[in-house]
């Protein structure tokens, strides 16, 4: 399933043709793709027979050790490097034939270490290729002011100022507003954010998840970091020393299915968790939630839970937010759900928690199931460490022994199980029949 899933969205390369987005978007398709330095006394390639397709609107990530060849992949699909064999063609037609200044003008390209000019000051940074394309000042001015916001930053503050007074991550997201600046149907970049500390990389990466999202662009990223490239990557292509290609795949399979020893080590021996990461809690079906009002009696809530008559009531207020679990053994039906009796409504997960992060906070809650919670607050159902479980095995059933490990609290563990409210046994990942969620 996971293999046709571009980060959520189902993409083939038959919609990728029509859908209205995609079409400002373009293919890429490496076929054969050899380079050798000519100065190279040991004959050894840079690249060596590389093939990709790349599929409009996908982020297709290049990681492999320092020296494999991903540069020189990048600068030979905008021609400023010439293959020494085999074609690259965009959107199906061979680039060999096309003039390289034309090519480049649909090509946005962020180079490693950034690459601003440093006597020039944002805005002209940003203009450069408009400026070639002969735009007029007031539209490229427009433009420039559209690309910083774009890329979070403040115009008024940094139009006018020179690369030197920004800080690294501000660069990075110049780099990133300049290639972005003719609207080009495909990206190259080079370790765009090779060059900032982890905390703004990690900011960096979720605002080019966000902006991709809007955009829609073909983008070939590069980088040494894998965790990056599993994040970022809606296909990996993990590339070894000598230019040769040691697998293509979508980085869950890259993480299930590891294609030789190489791959295995280079994603690391905690592949199962990485895995977790791709996925997030809205892609569950969460288990009914035990329901009852506060201030209505306890023997609503019951009645409403069903046959079961669950341990555990979710208090909700009148407007449907969560504000506690109640521990309704042994009170009476006609005792109205008091929230000061309650405990405080935790873990609360959102649908865009991974589920690596899910783990750990249930992992943190000793056994009791997280409650999946609407923008607003307002309960969806639960989620429970086995669904976790379960969910990570069906995305593959025949990976390597150390994806199957099931964490603390799993299928193994009844524990984990005994005192879930809901209707999880025998049912999982299913809602009980008629048990109703406020707002739907
Ligand atoms: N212009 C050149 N002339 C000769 N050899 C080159 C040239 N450019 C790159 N190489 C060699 O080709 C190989 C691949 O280089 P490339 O820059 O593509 O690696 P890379 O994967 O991008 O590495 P890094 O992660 O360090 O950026 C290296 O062995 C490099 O020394
Ligand atoms: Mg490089």
Same mark, same amino acid.
């Given at each position: 399933? #996971?293999?046709?899933? $571009?980060?959520?969205?189902?993409?083939?390369?038959?919609?990728?043709?029509?859908?209205?987005?995609?079409?400002? *978007?373009?293919?890429?398709? =490496?076929?054969?793709?050899?380079?050798?330095?000519? /100065?190279?006394?040991?004959?050894? @390639?840079?690249?060596? /027979?590389?093939?990709?397709?790349?599929?409009?609107?996908?982020?297709?990530?290049?990681?492999?050790?320092?020296?494999?060849?991903?540069?020189?992949?990048?600068?030979?699909?905008? %021609?400023?490097?010439?293959?020494?064999?085999?074609?690259?063609?965009?959107?199906?037609?061979?680039?060999?034939?096309?003039?390289?200044?034309?090519?480049?003008?649909?090509?946005?390209?962020?180079?490693?270490?950034?690459?601003?000019?440093?006597?020039?000051?944002?805005?002209?940074?940003?203009?450069?290729?408009?400026?070639?394309?002969?735009?007029? *000042?007031?539209?490229?001015?427009?433009?420039?002011?559209?690309?910083?916001?774009?890329?979070?930053?403040?115009?008024?503050?940094?139009?006018?100022?020179?690369? #030197?007074?920004?800080?690294?991550?501000?660069?990075?997201?110049?780099?990133?507003?300049?290639?972005?600046? *003719?609207?080009?149907?495909?990206?190259?970049?080079?370790?765009?954010?090779?060059?900032?500390?982890?905390?703004?990389?990690?900011?960096?990466?979720?605002?080019?998840?966000?902006?991709?999202?809007?955009?829609?662009?073909?983008?070939?990223?590069?980088?040494?970091?894998?965790?990056?490239?599993?994040?970022?990557?809606?296909?990996?292509?993990?590339?070894?020393?000598?230019?040769?290609?040691?697998?293509?795949?979508?980085?869950?399979? =890259? $993480?299930?299915?590891?294609?030789?020893?190489?791959?295995?080590?280079?994603?690391?021996?905690?592949?199962? =968790?990485?895995?977790?990461?791709?996925?997030?809690?809205?892609?569950?079906?969460?288990?009914?939630?035990?329901?009852?009002? #506060?201030?209505?009696?306890?023997?609503?809530?019951?009645?409403?839970?069903?046959?079961?008559?669950?341990?555990?009531?979710? =208090?909700?207020?009148?407007?449907?937010?969560?504000?506690?679990? @109640?521990?309704?053994?042994?009170?009476?039906?006609?005792?109205?759900?008091?929230?000061?009796?309650?405990?405080?409504?935790?873990?609360?997960?959102?649908?865009?928690?991974?589920?690596?992060?899910?783990?750990? @906070?249930?992992?943190?809650?000793?056994?009791?199931?997280?409650?999946?919670?609407?923008?607003?607050? %307002?309960?969806?159902?639960?989620?429970?460490?086995?669904?976790?479980?379960?969910?990570?095995?069906?995305?593959?059933?025949?990976?390597?022994?150390?994806?199957?490990?099931?964490?603390?609290?799993?299928?193994?563990?009844?524990?984990?199980?005994?005192?879930?409210?809901?209707?999880?046994?025998?049912?999982?990942?299913?809602?009980?029949?008629?048990?109703? @969620?406020?707002?739907?």
């Amino acid at each position: 399933m #996971a293999e046709n899933t $571009l980060r959520g969205r189902a993409l083939s390369a038959t919609d990728a043709g029509t859908s209205p987005r995609a079409r400002r *978007a373009a293919t890429v398709a =490496l076929e054969h793709v050899s380079k050798r330095f000519g /100065d190279r006394a040991d004959g050894q @390639l840079a690249v060596d /027979d590389l093939d990709l397709f790349v599929p409009a609107g996908a982020t297709c990530v290049l990681v492999g050790p320092s020296g494999c060849g991903k540069t020189t992949t990048l600068r030979m699909v905008n %021609r400023l490097i010439e293959p020494s064999g085999g074609r690259i063609l965009i959107d199906g037609a061979p680039i060999a034939g096309r003039d390289p200044t034309e090519l480049r003008r649909g090509i946005g390209y962020v180079i490693q270490q950034v690459g601003l000019f440093p006597h020039q000051t944002i805005a002209e940074n940003v203009e450069v290729v408009p400026r070639l394309l002969g735009w007029p *000042a007031a539209r490229r001015r427009e433009r420039v002011e559209e690309l910083l916001r774009l890329v979070g930053l403040d115009p008024a503050r940094h139009l006018r100022r020179y690369p #030197a007074e920004l800080s690294g991550g501000e660069r990075q997201r110049v780099g990133v507003a300049r290639a972005l600046a *003719a609207d080009p149907p495909l990206l190259l970049m080079d370790e765009p954010f090779g060059a900032v500390d982890p905390i703004v990389r990690a900011r960096l990466q979720e605002e080019l998840l966000r902006l991709q999202r809007e955009l829609g662009k073909t983008i070939l990223f590069v980088t040494h970091d894998i965790d990056e490239a599993i994040r970022m990557g809606d296909l990996v292509a993990v590339m070894r020393q000598g230019g040769t290609l040691a697998q293509f795949a979508p980085p869950a399979e =890259l $993480l299930a299915r590891p294609a030789s020893d190489f791959v295995a080590r280079f994603v690391g021996t905690d592949r199962a =968790l990485k895995r977790l990461t791709l996925r997030r809690v809205g892609e569950l079906t969460p288990a009914s939630v035990p329901l009852a009002v #506060a201030g209505e009696p306890v023997g609503a809530g019951r009645a409403r839970a069903g046959s079961g008559a669950p341990g555990r009531l979710l =208090l909700v207020d009148r407007e449907g937010h969560a504000v506690g679990w @109640l521990d309704a053994r042994g009170l009476p039906d006609d005792r109205p759900a008091d929230v000061a009796a309650a405990q405080p409504p935790t873990p609360l997960l959102q649908p865009e928690t991974t589920l690596r992060d899910a783990l750990s @906070l249930l992992l943190d809650a000793a056994g009791s199931p997280g409650i999946v919670v609407d923008g607003a607050g %307002r309960p969806m159902g639960l989620v429970t460490v086995e669904a976790i479980t379960a969910a990570l095995q069906d995305v593959d059933g025949d990976a390597g022994p150390d994806t199957r490990q099931a964490p603390p609290g799993g299928p193994s563990d009844p524990s984990a199980r005994r005192d879930a409210p809901g209707a999880m046994d025998g049912d999982r990942g299913r809602p009980a029949a008629g048990t109703p @969620l406020p707002g739907g």
